[in-house]
């Protein structure tokens, strides 16, 4: 059964960087896309970035292009969103997904919630000054 952890996050000033891990157990993640949300206190869960199953595409919201990365090392079954450039302020839990079924091979779209099958527990990320 497919179990999915995420660490990383904590508090860092505006500008800052961070890089969070999404790392599976139970099963691979080799021929599975990922996922990554986050949500706010009182707001719904919203996409963040995505990596498609080969590793070949991903694809992000506007509000954080060029600033945020997703990756995956598969020798490691983990999968990591770097985060550059964090801007002030803001509180969010960051989850990594899984889709529900395999090979899904396109990642073109920000993802949406009702995509994923497998959800990771959330790891809490403060921007603050």
């Known amino acids: 059964q497919l179990q999915l952890v995420e660490s990383g996050g904590g508090l860092v000033q505006p500008g800052g960087s961070l890089r969070l891990s999404c790392s599976a157990s139970?099963?691979?993640?080799?021929?599975?896309?990922v996922g990554w949300l986050r949500q706010a206190p009182g707001k719904e869960r919203e996409g963040v970035g995505c990596i498609s199953w080969n590793g070949l595409s991903t694809n992000y919201a506007e509000s954080v292009r060029n600033r945020f990365t997703v990756s995956r090392d598969n020798a490691k079954n983990t999968v990591y969103l770097q985060m550059d450039g964090l801007r002030p302020d803001a509180t969010d839990v960051y989850y990594c997904a899984v889709d529900r079924d395999p090979y899904v091979a396109t990642c073109k779209e920000v993802p949406q919630p009702g995509r994923y099958g497998y959800w990771g527990q959330g790891t809490q990320v403060t921007i603050s000054s």
């Open positions: 139970g099963a691979t993640l080799d021929n599975y896309g």
